[in-house]
């Protein structure tokens, strides 16, 4: 028997319903398997659901759920979430960044601004550094 032979019998993973025509689900359903057509639509209007990352601190993996967690800087480049103890940390370390230019530790002004992600810097920059940087890219 070829692989490509009769098409077997499909099942909904969800409702264990034989099922003519099933459908993907989508990834951030978590589901394995396939679907029926009703419960894909099921799922579809189901609010999102709430991602398990959701509520996880990416820094520490605390769990104090989505209500006491803080969104990082975007300048961080983090995926995710922190708890509150971590952002401070953060913040804190943010802050020291913030000081001084991370490629010549001149003292920054007011608004330093942070490194482009394809500079593979994590810091801050003075104007000087920052424009000496884009010049190259
Ligand atoms: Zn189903
Ligand atoms: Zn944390
Ligand atoms: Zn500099």
Same mark, same amino acid.
């Not at 689900?25 to 951030?28: A, F, L, R």
């Not at 894909?40 to 959701?54: G, N």
């Not at 994590?122 to 000087?128: D, I, P, V």
């Given at each position: 028997m070829g692989l490509f032979g009769g098409k077997k /019998? /499909?099942?909904?993973?969800?409702?264990?319903?034989?099922?003519?025509r099933t459908s993907k689900?989508?990834?951030?359903w978590n589901i394995k398997g396939q679907l029926c057509a009703k419960c894909?639509?099921?799922?579809?209007?189901?609010?999102?659901?709430?991602?398990?990352?959701?509520d996880i601190c990416v820094a520490c993996g605390a769990e104090p759920g989505g209500l006491n967690l803080w969104k990082p800087k975007k300048e961080w480049q983090l995926q995710g979430w922190l708890c509150e103890?971590?952002?401070? /940390?953060w913040e804190k370390s943010d802050n020291e960044l913030k000081k001084n230019c991370i490629v010549c530790n001149t003292k920054l002004g007011f608004f330093p601004?942070?490194?482009k992600k394809e500079?593979?810097?994590?810091?801050?920059?003075?104007?000087?550094?920052?424009n000496a940087q884009e010049s190259k890219t």
């Open positions: /019998e /499909e099942y909904c993973t969800v409702c264990n319903k034989r099922t003519p689900p989508k990834k951030e894909f639509v099921d799922y579809m209007k189901k609010p999102i659901a709430k991602k398990k990352s959701d103890p971590c952002l401070r /940390e601004r942070y490194a500079w593979n810097l994590k810091g801050y920059l003075c104007k000087n550094c920052w």
